[in-house]
């Protein structure tokens, strides 16, 4: 069986500390396994683990550039110091709304281009993020907390995800115009 992961970044704790237990066991089982997630390259002791072993790990490259709008970071959902992001690096409510869709577009090219190189069984997204939104948006349409495409199932542990992703499309809405 082959499983997708996708998670907001590898800095050793909280999620990236289970996906990594996880991905250990399912390798043992002889699985294959690959991690998507965005980083920026910061100098660090484990860049290593991550950015030498590219069979399991897809790395959202930042700074990046998108149909003309430069992405210098990834950006974050809330302004959380974030170990492998720049201090006060951008949240999405700082984003203009081109900037956000264009994000939306390249995040959505990077998984289309994932998902076809390694063709997952199963797909686990991580946190109240846009993955989510965005593997909706491919067609991974949410029944009974899953996400059941033709020929291939994406679990989605809460259904509430996909409304999470709403949520943080309208906060940073009704923050930008409060600002």
């Given at each position: 069986?082959?499983?997708l992961?996708t998670?907001?970044?590898p800095?050793?704790?909280?999620?990236?500390?289970?996906?990594?237990?996880?991905?250990?066991?399912?390798?043992?089982?002889?699985?294959?396994?690959?991690?998507?997630?965005?980083?920026?390259?910061l100098p660090s002791?484990?860049?290593n683990?991550?950015?030498?072993?590219?069979?399991l790990?897809?790395?959202l490259?930042f700074?990046?550039?998108?149909?003309?709008?430069d992405?210098?970071?990834?950006?974050?959902?809330?302004?959380?110091p974030?170990?492998r992001?720049?201090?006060n690096?951008?949240?999405f409510?700082?984003?203009?709304?081109?900037e956000?869709?264009?994000?939306?577009?390249?995040?959505r090219?990077?998984?289309?281009?994932?998902?076809?190189?390694?063709?997952?069984?199963?797909?686990?997204?991580?946190?109240?993020?846009?993955?989510?939104?965005?593997?909706?948006?491919?067609g991974?349409t949410?029944?009974?907390?899953?996400f059941c495409?033709?020929?291939?199932?994406?679990l989605?542990?809460?259904?509430?995800?996909?409304?999470?992703a709403?949520?943080?499309?309208?906060?940073?809405i009704?923050?930008?115009?409060?600002?």
């Amino acid at each position: 069986m082959k499983v997708l992961f996708t998670i907001t970044g590898p800095w050793g704790i909280g999620t990236e500390t289970v996906v990594d237990g996880i991905t250990r066991e399912f390798q043992n089982l002889g699985h294959r396994v690959k991690v998507v997630f965005p980083d920026l390259g910061l100098p660090s002791p484990d860049a290593n683990k991550y950015y030498g072993n590219p069979e399991l790990y897809h790395i959202l490259q930042f700074p990046a550039e998108h149909q003309g709008v430069d992405f210098l970071t990834f950006p974050l959902i809330i302004p959380d110091p974030n170990p492998r992001n720049l201090r006060n690096a951008w949240t999405f409510k700082d984003m203009t709304d081109k900037e956000f869709q264009h994000y939306i577009d390249f995040l959505r090219l990077c998984l289309q281009r994932v998902i076809q190189d390694f063709q997952p069984d199963i797909i686990e997204t991580e946190h109240v993020w846009l993955m989510g939104y965005v593997l909706n948006e491919l067609g991974y349409t949410l029944q009974n907390s899953v996400f059941c495409p033709p020929g291939r199932r994406v679990l989605q542990w809460l259904h509430w995800k996909l409304w999470g992703a709403d949520c943080l499309w309208s906060a940073r809405i009704s923050l930008r115009s409060k600002i």
